[in-house]
């Protein structure tokens, strides 16, 4: 093996490392409230992560508990689908957020082509 090989190894493996330690971990319960166009929105998420794949569920207080769906990580980046009913309307939240620290995530979630809604959960400790 050339010398040129076995750097270029190592630098795969630092960098492999580099983006595992980066990597968001949302895992356990965060909180939310926000202001929508039906009120004030209160919300419990309980995140679970294995590998690249977000599972749990969210819990509002005008649409109840739901599982998450679709969910996922990238790097900081974190995606789910909130699939709840409200007036036994079915409802279908797509949440993209990023994770500013180990107790923050900013999240913008949408609902059809409703105007999309800023919300920042914090971690419960």
Do not use: C, H
């Not at 797509?94 to 999240?107: H, L, N, R």
């Amino acid at each position: 093996m050339t010398l040129q090989r076995v750097a270029l190894g190592v630098a795969a493996l630092v960098l492999v490392s580099l983006a595992v330690v980066r990597a968001a971990d949302p895992s356990g319960r965060w909180a939310a409230t926000f202001t929508t166009d039906i009120g004030e929105q209160q919300y419990t998420y309980e995140f679970a992560v294995n590998g690249t794949t977000l599972t749990g569920t969210a819990k509002g207080n005008l649409t109840g508990e739901s599982p998450i769906a679709e969910g996922k990580i990238d790097g900081d980046t974190i995606t789910f689908v909130e699939n709840a009913s409200f007036m036994e309307m079915p409802l279908r939240f797509v949440y993209s957020g990023t994770m500013k620290s180990a107790d923050e995530i900013e999240f913008t979630r949408t609902l059809m082509d409703f105007a999309p809604e800023k919300l920042v959960a914090k971690r419960v400790k």
